[in-house]
């Protein structure tokens, strides 16, 4: 089952900017992940956020959570036409191990 | 490098067979591998838990005389679509982490997209 929603499904914008995807979630998660995947690959994970932080950074990447809005959200900065991808969230309930996710962020980076 | 190998890439077969698709960890042990199956501009949908030495854990919906899962060992999964039709056709995909638990991100393997005519 589909863990919650993200948003917005797609995003076309110009090299340089800055990119925001959402994420929102029903459960109560022990962590939070953001992965990437190119047309036709397997997920490549960029940041794991526990339920007791609230932002975490990893070179362009920042990701928020709001535990009590039960939402995240994926900023890259200074976007390249590299960035270009799907964008996945995806919890881990309390005391499981699979992941949930959501239905994804298309991104497109126009050089 | 790659730490999730995943086999084959591609698959084209008749509709009727059977299609085994092979998961490796390459340099970790996984007692816990997880299978994934995702349609066209979707999200991933798990499909079932391979745990090493027992039986898979499925999801809602998967059945198991369908989709056989086999663990043996701590670095292989396999997968196996039995008697494949077209609507069997999709992207398939497993990870595995290197510690287990729900505290370690996923390596994921490259996929294998099958397409049964």
């Known amino acids: 089952s589909q863990q919650g929603e993200e948003d917005p499904q797609a995003l076309s914008i110009q090299e340089g900017e800055n990119a925001t995807m959402n994420c929102s979630y029903k459960t109560s998660i022990n962590n939070l992940q953001w992965y990437r995947q190119n047309s036709g690959r397997g997920l490549v994970h960029l940041i794991l956020?526990?339920?007791?932080?609230r932002e975490k950074h990893s070179g362009r990447l920042r990701v928020t959570l709001d535990t009590s809005k039960k939402s995240s959200s994926l900023l890259i900065t200074a976007s390249r036409a590299a960035d270009t991808a799907s964008y996945f969230c995806?919890?881990?309930?309390?005391?499981?191990?699979?992941?949930?996710f959501g239905q994804g962020t298309r991104l497109t980076i126009n050089p | 490098g790659a730490v999730v190998s995943q086999h084959p890439s591609r698959v084209i077969c008749k509709s009727g067979t059977s299609v085994k698709i092979e998961c490796r960890s390459l340099d970790f042990q996984a007692t816990t591998m997880f299978w994934y199956r995702q349609f066209p501009k979707k999200s991933l949908m798990l499909m079932a838990t391979?745990?090493?030495?027992?039986?898979?854990?499925?999801e809602q919906g998967v059945e198991k005389d369908k989709f056989l899962i086999n663990h043996a060992s701590l670095t292989l999964s396999t997968l196996t679509v039995t008697s494949a039709h077209p609507e069997d056709s999709s992207f398939y995909i497993c990870?595995?982490?290197?510690?287990?638990?729900?505290?370690?991100?996923?390596?994921f393997g490259d996929g294998t997209r099958l397409s049964i005519l």
């Open positions: 391979s745990n090493e030495g027992s039986k898979a854990t499925y």
């Open positions: 990870s595995a982490s290197r510690q287990g638990g729900g505290n370690q991100p996923q390596h």
């Open positions: 956020i526990r339920s007791n932080e």
């Open positions: 995806a919890t881990v309930d309390q005391g499981a191990q699979k992941l949930v």
